[in-house]
């Protein structure tokens, strides 16, 4: 096996946390090594196009994940190229509630408090919206979290069918807000405000992913490196267990021995926790880090719906749908006193798309009824649960264990989701709830904590068994609350970045 050079800090994935850490540590002069099991993503014709988008899953990995509480297998809704799952988001980057941090109880179980609270990552939350050029309006969100600035970029404007529905929304006594958008709409940006945004790769690279805001800048750094088709393979400790000091890696066909004097993790809630769990030796026989035996447990997703609600005498021609959310519901109300979670638009519901979910139903009618819909994500908090896991079988695959939970909560959301569009004037409401497949907000595998009794990290993101060995992604969740994840984790890796440099944490100007 070869040995390749040393370096400062190896970085294994690079999405939002790899991507991010990388771009955070390119003035330190350290030498950085990021290590991308995929390629950079085409900029092709392909991007746009729903049949290859979702007929041909033509960016989705060709592997099969095992369901292992069910039986059968099902395609993961990751994507191995630079740049990592935020090649493909919807690029909505909200803020987590001020509460979110708390414990909270739920119908269905209690959501674990963090071991850092708002006012710790509020400071970062503002370098991160800058940092992926984030457009957003404050004042409008029922629940919205104090900020110490106003967003750097003003909100995506709503076309007029979108306009005349909030007015509708408003009318009913409810509070919908410009969703944050991470959409390159700046003086001179990339962004045509297409339909073909959320779920699809930017072909004009107008969307705040970390490849186009993190990676190629870092990459212009002499002591950035990038490989790229490289599988990270086992994470190496040495005698003592104590420190992590070298990678196997395999790449174009040959194996190699990486040293590194920090080695970060940065693959993705379930990836993130195989290689550490297939990094077992004599000192980690559970896994690498895994002395709590939470490492792989309390796999969140969310709960998912998609909601359609169709006007058959109305249509709606809006190309860029994405601009509107709803929280009135988030923490509840006189009717449910316990959270349901969060309501946002979808980017424009095409026909191609609606093949997919519905092979059943004749073109034409779902080309009908694209024409006239308005279309929801509907997102509700998936508790932890230390049954709810990943882990690598005897047959060398990924298997997830998953059964939702929190079901009553969200329901009682998709029940008041029908009911504001129906006022609305919209008739019809078509709802699908998405399982185990739908895991593009992944979450909690590896969570974070001050006891290496309950936590696999901590508040820094650095394993508790492992002094030199860090957790940058979704992974240190300890709730996924029902927010996208991809703002907090941009937020608390550059948190991390001060601590790794030896800087003091921000303070926010909240407390001034």
């Given amino acids: 096996m070869a040995v390749a050079a040393r370096y400062d800090f190896i970085i294994i994935g690079t999405g939002m946390g790899g991507g991010t850490l990388a771009y955070a540590l390119r003035d330190s002069g ?10 950079f993503l085409p900029q092709e014709p392909q991007n746009w196009q729903v049949s290859a988008v979702f007929d041909d899953a033509r960016y989705k990995p060709k592997e099969d994940w095992i369901d292992a ?13 630079v740049g990592g799952n935020t090649k493909v988001y919807g690029a909505a980057l909200p803020r987590l509630r001020r509460e979110d941090f708390d414990a909270l109880e739920h119908e269905g179980g209690t959501s674990p408090a963090w071991p850092i609270r708002y006012e710790d990552l509020e400071p970062y939350y503002n370098l991160a919206e800058i940092l992926l050029f984030v457009h957003g309006r404050s004042g409008e969100d029922l629940g919205e979290p104090p900020r110490a600035r106003p967003y750097p970029f003003p909100e995506v404007e709503h076309e007029p069918a979108i306009a005349e529905l909030i007015d509708s929304l408003r009318d009913q006594g409810l509070h919908p807000f410009c969703l944050p958008m991470a959409i390159d709409l700046r003086e001179g940006g990339r962004c045509i405000r297409c339909n073909t945004c959320d779920g699809f790769p930017c072909q004009v690279h107008a969307k705040g992913d970390a490849e186009v805001c993190c990676l190629r800048p870092a990459l212009m750094r002499d002591n950035v490196e990038l490989w790229t088709n490289a599988r990270a393979r086992r994470i190496l400790t040495d005698s003592s267990g104590k420190r992590a000091v070298a990678l196997e890696v395999e790449r174009k066909g040959e194996s190699f021995t ?13 990836n993130s926790a195989i290689l550490l769990l297939g990094s077992a030796d004599d000192q980690h026989r559970n896994g690498l880090a895994n002395s709590s035996g939470m490492l792989g447990r309390n796999y969140m ?5 998609a909601l359609t609600a169709v006007a058959p005498l109305k249509s709606n021609p809006t190309v860029f749908q994405k601009t509107m959310a709803v929280n009135d ?10 959270p349901m979670g969060n309501l946002q638009l979808l980017g424009k519901l095409q026909a191609g798309m609606l093949s997919v979910a519905k092979p059943g139903i004749p073109k034409p009618i779902l080309t009908a009824m694209a024409k006239r819909s308005v279309d929801w994500w509907v997102m509700s908090e998936d508790l932890p649960d230390p049954k709810n896991r990943v882990f690598l079988g005897s047959d060398g695959r990924i298997h997830v264990q998953w059964e939702a939970n929190n079901r ?17 004037g919209y008739a019809f409401v078509f709802t699908e ?3 185990i497949e739908t895991n593009s907000h992944q979450c909690g595998t590896a969570r974070f904590g001050a006891d290496p009794a309950t936590s696999v990290l901590d508040p820094f993101c650095r394993t508790h068994d492992v002094e030199n060995l860090f957790v940058m992604d979704s992974s240190f969740f300890p709730s996924s609350t029902a927010m ?8 608390q890796t550059l948190r991390v970045a001060d601590h790794l440099l030896g800087k003091a944490p921000l303070k926010s100007e909240l407390a001034s």
């Avoid at 519901?329 to 316990?338: I, L, M, N, T």
């Avoid at 029940?415 to 504001?420: F, K, L, P, T, V």
């Avoid at 991809?486 to 937020?491: N, Q, V």
């Fill in 30 to 39: 350290a030498r950085i090594l990021l290590i991308e099991r995929g390629d």
């Fill in 69 to 81: 509480s069910n039986g059968g297998t099902f395609k993961p809704g990751v994507h191995y190229y």
């Fill in 258 to 270: 990486v040293s590194g004097d920090t080695i970060i993790v940065a693959c993705g809630a379930v």
């Fill in 301 to 305: 997703a969310h709960n998912n719906t």
């Fill in 329 to 338: 519901f988030y923490f509840g109300d006189d009717d449910f006193p316990w």
């Fill in 408 to 424: 009553v909560a969200h329901q009682e959301l998709i029940g008041r989701a029908a009911r504001m569009m129906r006022r609305a």
């Fill in 433 to 435: 709830t998405l399982g």
């Fill in 484 to 491: 996208n994840p991809a703002l907090t984790i941009c937020a």
